[in-house]
C-alpha cells in the first residue's frame, strides 16, 4: 500500500514559522494532487491547501492565505507546507494526503493520508 510520510510539527511560539514535509513511499511520485487538511479535537477535518502535482496554481483555505505557502520537490517526491505568522488557532493535527483527481477542498474525495504531525502554537 502507499504510505505518506510526515514530518516537521513541533512547538512554535506566536508568530514563528514551521515547515511541514510529506514524503511518498512510491519511487515514483505519481499522485495528481496532493494536499494539507489539519482537525482539532471536536471539529471537523478543515482543508488547508491543495497542489496539482504536474503543475498549476494552489488552492488555499481562506484562512491561510497570505501565511501558509504549499509547493513540492519532484525529485525527491515530496510536498512541503511553509507556515509563517503562526498563531494559536493554527493549532491542530496536520494531515498530508493524496487523490489521482483534481484539487478540492473536500477530505473525503482524497484516498491516502499520513499518519498526522502535531503543530502546537503557543501565546
Known amino acids: 500500500q502507499v504510505q505518506l510520510v510526515e514530518s516537521g510539527g513541533g512547538l512554535v511560539e506566536a508568530g514563528g514559522s514551521l515547515r511541514l514535509s510529506c514524503a511518498a513511499s512510491?519511487?515514483?511520485?505519481?499522485?495528481?494532487?496532493m494536499a494539507w487538511f489539519r482537525q482539532t479535537p471536536g471539529k471537523e477535518r478543515e482543508f488547508v491547501a491543495a497542489l496539482n502535482w504536474s503543475g498549476g496554481s494552489p488552492i488555499y483555505a481562506d484562512s491561510v492565505k497570505g501565511r501558509f505557502t504549499i509547493s513540492r520537490d519532484n525529485a525527491k517526491g515530496t510536498m512541503y507546507l511553509q507556515m509563517n505568522s503562526l498563531s494559536p488557532e493554527d493549532t491542530a493535527v496536520y494531515y498530508c494526503?493524496?487523490?489521482?483527481?483534481?484539487?478540492?477542498?473536500?477530505?473525503?474525495?482524497?484516498?491516502?493520508w499520513g499518519q498526522g504531525t502535531q503543530v502546537t502554537v503557543s501565546t
Open positions: 494526503a493524496a487523490r489521482y483527481g483534481s484539487t478540492s477542498p473536500d477530505h473525503l474525495l482524497y484516498d491516502y
Open positions: 512510491a519511487r515514483t511520485f505519481g499522485f495528481a494532487v
